[in-house]
């Protein structure tokens, strides 16, 4: 039985969070990405909440948590801030952290932090920071696929949204993925309604404005040493990849090994970037091993 609170942090924002499982077992904070909610693990808490405590936020800008409409509210360092004061919010001792698209770009950051409460990390089609930005200098098709970023950072973005219509933008959104006759109405229903609250479209996309990432235009070269150094992540990692993503391409495996000291890696071939409800009970059955210490048996390792 999934269950709500209304989480008010340190950081200043409320956060909506969906509670599964029961709270004496192991901790796990499932991160969202855009545009979506906790509603992202739709497919995943029913096959994990007998295991686990299941914390499933809406992320600050995103559907029933807190709306901030500055910029500034959506730094990296403020977003991964607001894992750590949930994780005080609700007194978990220590906690794995599973992150999907944006939701997995903060849950690197939050491992590149070393802090010790954080015991296990499980990415979904994410790319780690350094690769992501690395690809986008050197590969003219990661390039290509990642120009939707420079229109989402466009100052009035969410008003083009509003006038084509959030049932447009739902079929624009999702039709590159997935058969869209595939997602439930009462899903579709659920998305328009987060997205159509005052001011909720531009909350979200000042996570992307906020970013620091850089995008140059197709055919510009940006040099290497505008990339940041980044340590090793410690902490054992899974990364899970549906490999039809055609917004993140597979490139983002490439060179994992040299940044994560204990590293394994599963493909699914047939999914895609939504993969947590696309492939909902392979995501599960990855995860449910990871997270109870063990290594995943059709994983590759590092």
């Known amino acids: 039985m999934t269950r709500f609170e209304r989480v008010p942090l340190a950081t200043g924002v409320t956060l909506n969070v969906a509670l599964a499982g029961d709270p004496v077992n192991p901790a796990v904070v499932l991160l969202h990405g855009f545009p979506e909610s906790h509603r992202t693990w739709r497919e995943i808490w029913g096959r994990l909440d007998e295991s686990f405590f299941l914390v499933m936020p809406d992320q600050r800008g995103f559907a029933g948590s807190d709306l901030p409409q500055d910029i500034e509210a959506y730094k990296t360092d403020t977003l991964i801030d607001d894992i750590f004061a949930l994780a005080k919010a609700l007194s978990l001792g220590s906690f794995a952290l599973v992150g999907h698209d944006w939701g997995g770009a903060i849950a690197w950051g939050a491992a590149l932090r070393a802090d010790p409460r954080l015991t296990r990390l499980a990415i979904i089609n994410a790319p780690h920071p350094v690769i992501f930005q690395k690809s986008l200098i050197e590969s003219p098709a990661q390039r290509e696929a990642s ?142 091993p990871f997270l109870a210490g063990e290594h995943p048996a059709s994983a590759t390792r590092k």
């Open 147 to 288: 120009q939707y970023i420079t229109a989402f950072r466009t100052p009035g973005f969410e008003r083009s949204v509003e006038a084509m219509g959030f049932d447009a933008f739902f079929e624009k959104t999702f039709a590159r993925h997935v058969d869209i006759s595939l997602i439930p109405r009462s899903e579709k229903l659920q998305y328009i309604a987060d997205w159509s609250q005052p001011g909720a479209f531009n909350a979200m996309l000042n996570w992307y404005r906020a970013s620091r990432l850089i995008v140059p235009p197709i055919g510009m070269n940006v040099p290497d040493a505008l990339l940041r150094a980044f340590p090793s992540i410690k902490v054992p990692t899974l990364v899970i990849w549906g490999m039809k993503d055609p917004a993140l391409l597979p490139i983002q495996l490439d060179g994992l090994d040299e940044l994560v000291d204990d590293l394994a890696i599963i493909r699914l071939p047939d999914a895609g970037h939504f993969a947590p409800w696309e492939a909902g009970a392979e995501v599960a059955a990855a995860l449910e």
